[in-house]
């Protein structure tokens, strides 16, 4: 019973973070100096009937309500305007740079994962000896990097042995499927390894004091006492209570995983959804900005829900 | 001492407590180190007119010209010595940094604090609008207003200020809930004190310390945030901060030119700057909080950069 309530709760709560991004993004683009109008109208001659017609045709004579109401219902039809830049609608062009993007974040984000949550368990458990010591200043070292330098000297380190920018290689035309396969696989290393590696830094310390604060309680004395393995005792004890935490950081550092794509893209021209976002700000896209907003914003809001949702299926008590 | 410039703005800490606060930094050798950190790159910014060899605007050499006994790192794309940039650099991003940090603060602080101290209906209020903000990625929200308002210094900071003090707001609240109930507000209380007296003289000072160590792990994110939106273009073209000159060796090809010297040291110096103040108000935060003191519990949680001051409430 209680436990509906949680997940609707969560639920309701991730669709009004929606609607207030929405109207967010409806509200800062319209302090935006300037209107579609005032840029179309500045043709010579241009009479005040024109100005008018124009306005009208783009709803700019009705009242900030409706405009409003009409952004809403348009938008819930999934009509995002159209590109200034290519003059295509702003939701084929966010679809296709969200499906470049999604397999080069979601690599670097696995491995950082992995990797974190297995360095820092080491870094807890050998605490006080050097390896702790190697491990914690590895990760605090990359996680002060900022993310668009590391890229960068990874571009110097591997410049000539890896392709440092792009998905594919423009120049194989119609290649065979497995060529085709370790073109992009090539391509997407630096990349995601880039992303991973500032993520890495992050979660190894996340899960450092995490595991630390469990392996300081009673049940792991307990366990110590009564003989257990250490690789047990890791896994089934400390690891699993400490699971919670990381879980909960882990989703709320997916904001941080987006703004680092976004630079990530842009160092190695990756054409997805942080590099849509760098051109719509250098050709001024209005249009392109606000929908590629509300995509990143609306993917953190749903894997955060997710997360939420992973916490409750993990820990019992808090429908209580 | 160095150290104790973090707490001169707080004379109404007990001194006692002061003094065991610097007892338990001076011990911590990444509190040391980071404070060291910091004063040096905080002096070399404040001092920069006087001790940079050249001048920023003018070419003294050839562009990209390789480190030399007279340009120890060279000179970039417009033959400007490095050593120079990146002193007058650090100087623009340590002021975004500072005064980005001391916008959000402002309003972190006093939502925290009017939120923990009047509770109720002004609480649910201000912390549901807290929660939102939380979720709503800061970095692309901070790309779509500074793209919208245009480039500039002030622009920058008032942007990064506006979206950085949802985790401040969050932490100090939790705090003042605390000192709300003690005796000694209720007996200020008693005596006819006003809301305001209150708040500044019974309630604030206790939550500062918690406020300037979450100031200075909010510069590390300010920082970061300023080499970020430097990067996509949206800082002030004329001033030169660290991540200006990231995005200008990136943009005018030092690395197909080879120039390593144009690219590395402005990163170096900002991975430095936010190293320094993670250690600087992680220690803070630990020399705080009495339940680290105790051996076995002394894990720190570490927070996220772009989500300061979260990972208490999260966990």
């Known amino acids: 019973m209680r436990g509906t309530d949680y997940v609707l709760k969560r639920v309701g709560f991730a669709i009004v973070t929606v609607f207030v991004a929405v109207t967010i993004n409806f509200v800062l683009f319209r302090l935006a100096p300037g209107s579609a109008v005032s840029n179309l109208s500045r043709?010579?001659?241009?009479?005040?009937?024109?100005?008018?017609?124009?306005?009208?045709?783009?709803?700019?004579?009705?009242?900030?309500w409706q405009q409003y109401l009409i952004y809403l219902k348009q938008l819930a039809h999934g009509n995002l305007g159209v590109s200034y830049e290519n003059e295509q609608p702003v939701s084929t062009n966010l679809r296709i740079a969200l499906i470049n993007t999604l397999p080069m974040v979601t690599l670097g984000t696995v491995f950082s994962i992995i990797f974190g949550i297995f360095t820092g368990v080491i870094a807890a458990w050998r605490r006080g000896t050097k390896t702790e010591g190697a491990t914690v200043s590895t990760a605090l070292a990359f996680y002060s990097m900022p993310t668009q330098w590391?890229?960068?000297?990874?571009?110097?380190?591997?410049?000539?042995?890896?392709?440092?920018?792009?998905?594919?290689?423009?120049?194989?035309?119609?290649?065979?499927?497995?060529?085709?396969?370790?073109?992009?696989?090539?391509?997407?290393?630096?990349?995601?390894?880039?992303?991973?590696?500032?993520?890495?830094?992050?979660?190894?310390?996340?899960?450092?004091?995490?595991?630390?604060?469990?392996?300081?309680?009673?049940?792991?004395?307990?366990?110590?006492?009564?003989?257990?393995?250490?690789?047990?005792?890791?896994?089934?004890?400390?690891?699993?209570?400490?699971?919670?935490?990381?879980?909960?950081?882990?989703?709320?550092?997916?904001?941080?995983?987006?703004?680092?794509?976004?630079?990530?893209?842009?160092?190695?021209?990756?054409?997805?959804?942080?590099?849509?976002?760098?051109?719509?700000?250098l050709e001024r896209d209005y249009p392109m900005l606000q929908g590629a907003f509300l995509v990143l914003t609306i993917s953190v809001v749903f894997f955060n829900l997710v997360a939420d949702l992973l916490y409750f299926k993990l820990d019992p008590r808090i429908s209580e | 001492m160095s150290e104790a410039s973090f707490f001169v703005e707080s004379p109404e800490v007990g001194t006692s407590r002061t003094r065991a606060l610097l007892r338990t930094l001076r011990h911590r050798r990444s509190a040391v180190i980071g404070t060291t950190i910091l004063v040096a790159v905080i002096l070399t910014a404040v001092l920069a007119p006087w001790i940079a060899p050249y001048d920023i605007h003018t070419q003294v050499g050839a562009p990209f010209e390789p480190p030399s006994w007279n340009h120890p790192l060279g000179l970039d794309d417009g033959g400007i010595d490095m050593v120079s940039l990146l002193m007058w650099g650090m100087r623009i991003s340590l002021v975004v940094g500072f005064a980005a940090t001391f916008v959000s603060m402002v309003i972190g602080g006093s939502i925290g604090l009017v939120s923990g101290y009047f509770g109720g209906k002004t609480d649910t209020i201000l912390m549901r609008i807290t929660d939102y903000f939380l979720v709503i990625p800061d970095v692309p929200l901070m790309i779509v207003v500074a793209a919208i308002w245009g480039p500039s210094l002030f622009h920058i900071i008032i942007v990064i200020g506006i979206l950085l003090w949802t985790g401040t707001a969050r932490v100090i609240r939790a705090q003042v809930l605390s000192v709300r109930e003690r005796v000694y507000v209720k007996r200020a209380r008693a005596l006819g004190a006003g809301h305001f007296r209150i708040v500044m003289r019974h309630v604030l000072p206790q939550v500062a310390p918690l406020l300037i160590a979450n100031t200075v792990l909010t510069i590390a994110v300010a920082v970061f945030d300023e080499t970020a939106l430097s990067f996509l273009g949206l800082s002030d073209p004329s001033r030169i901060s660290l991540g200006k000159l990231i995005e200008n060796a990136f943009e005018r090809a030092a690395i197909s030119a080879g120039a390593w010297w144009a690219i590395v040291p402005p990163g170096v110096l900002v991975a430095l700057i936010i190293l320094a103040c993670s250690l600087?108000?992680?220690?803070?935060?630990?020399?705080?909080n009495p339940r680290l003191r105790v051996a076995h519990l002394s894990a720190r949680t570490f927070r996220l950069r772009p989500l300061v001051g979260r990972s208490k409430e999260a966990l």
Do not use: C
């Open chain 2, 280 to 288: 600087v108000g992680g220690a803070l935060e630990d020399a705080l």
């Open chain 1, 150 to 281: 590391l890229g960068l000297m990874l571009i110097i380190l591997f410049a000539g042995i890896l392709p440092t920018g792009g998905m594919t290689n423009e120049f194989l035309l119609n290649p065979p499927f497995w060529t085709h396969v370790k073109d992009l696989a090539s391509h997407i290393f630096l990349p995601a390894l880039t992303l991973g590696l500032v993520l890495y830094g992050e979660y190894t310390l996340i899960v450092r004091s995490a595991m630390l604060e469990t392996l300081g309680e009673d049940y792991v004395l307990t366990a110590r006492a009564k003989g257990l393995k250490p690789r047990t005792i890791v896994r089934t004890h400390a690891l699993r209570n400490a699971m919670l935490p990381i879980t909960t950081l882990i989703a709320l550092s997916l904001g941080y995983i987006v703004a680092g794509a976004i630079l990530v893209e842009i160092v190695f021209s990756w054409p997805g959804i942080g590099r849509a976002v760098y051109e719509a700000v």
């Open chain 1, 43 to 64: 043709v010579p001659h241009a009479t005040q009937q024109l100005r008018h017609a124009l306005e009208v045709q783009f709803g700019l004579d009705k009242s900030k």
